[in-house]
């Protein structure tokens, strides 16, 4: 892909002149933002690393750290402080609807857990495999079967249950095109789901995986803290700081406009 058509006034965005100046590393620099491959790639957008690394100098770096743009988080997050600090609107909104579904349906505490944690992938990290990356996420902290429901509730979105009620999705038919066939790792891990102990945990998910595109109801976070402190191991140091296998990609949700 070409370097040079990039606009002008994309390369004085990414150098992001930060007003007030920052305290402590970088202060008083320009910080460049280059935007992470994943979601990048494929769709027009031009890199622009190597425009960018023609305007380093003395004044400019490339970003690391806090960017002044987002939130600052707390030295110790805590999962809601994701839900209120870094998930996009659109998810915590779909998020917290689906768990409040799943808590006046009278569901058991671990469900309305996974429904509050199914989709935190698409939140601020990636979209692509979804449920496979929300699982890793949350496994160090939750109940083995909430991180199994999360990871499989992806596959079987795809897989009508008339047993239960379920039906395939009019919402994929327009996501995806009526045609539209999931893939064979997709098609083997449902029929994986459907033969296993917890295949109920998982399909539950999808039961209760609301969109709802008009007239969602505002729902406190707040509401769900007693469920999150039940069924989710807050580490003590924080998301992102505990050394956990997962660490590192709470902190890039933390700081995802890191150059490295
Ligand atoms: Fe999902
Ligand atoms: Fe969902």
């Not at 994943?38 to 960017?67: A, H, K």
């Not at 009508?160 to 095109?177: H, K, L």
């Not at 406190?220 to 990609?249: C, K, Y």
């Amino acid at each position: 892909m070409t370097q040079e058509s990039l606009d002008p006034d994309l390369v004085e965005l990414l150098r992001l002149r930060q007003s007030p100046q920052p305290q402590g590393p970088q202060a008083g620099r320009a910080r460049m933002i280059v935007p992470a491959p994943v979601g990048r790639i494929g769709t027009g957008i031009l890199n622009c690393e190597v425009t960018l690394l023609g305007q380093l100098g003395p004044d400019t770096v490339f970003m690391m750290g806090d960017n002044p743009a987002l939130p600052q988080m707390p030295a110790r997050p805590t999962l809601l402080d994701f839900f209120k600090h870094r998930f996009e609107d659109i998810i915590v909104r779909h998020l917290l609807t689906s768990a409040k579904r799943a808590l006046d349906a009278g569901l058991e505490e671990k469900i309305v857990m996974a429904m509050l944690l199914h989709d935190i992938s698409n939140g601020c990290f990636v979209r692509c495999d979804h449920g496979y990356w929300g699982a890793q996420l949350i496994a160090p902290y939750v109940d083995e079967e909430v991180a199994w429901a999360v990871k499989y509730h992806q596959a079987l979105r795809y897989l009508p249950d008339a047993s239960v009620g379920y039906e395939y999705p009019e919402s994929y038919r327009r996501f995806f095109g009526a045609d539209y066939v999931p893939p064979e790792y997709l098609r083997r891990d449902m029929d994986h789901a459907r033969n296993h102990r917890w295949y109920m945990s998982a399909r539950l998910v999808t039961l209760y995986d609301t969109y709802l595109f008009d007239g969602w109801a505002d729902v406190d976070p707040e509401q769900f803290t007693d469920i999150i402190a039940r069924n989710f191991r807050q580490p003590a140091e924080g998301l992102g700081f505990d050394n956990s296998p997962v660490a590192h990609m709470w902190r890039t949700m933390i700081w995802p406009n890191n150059f490295l």
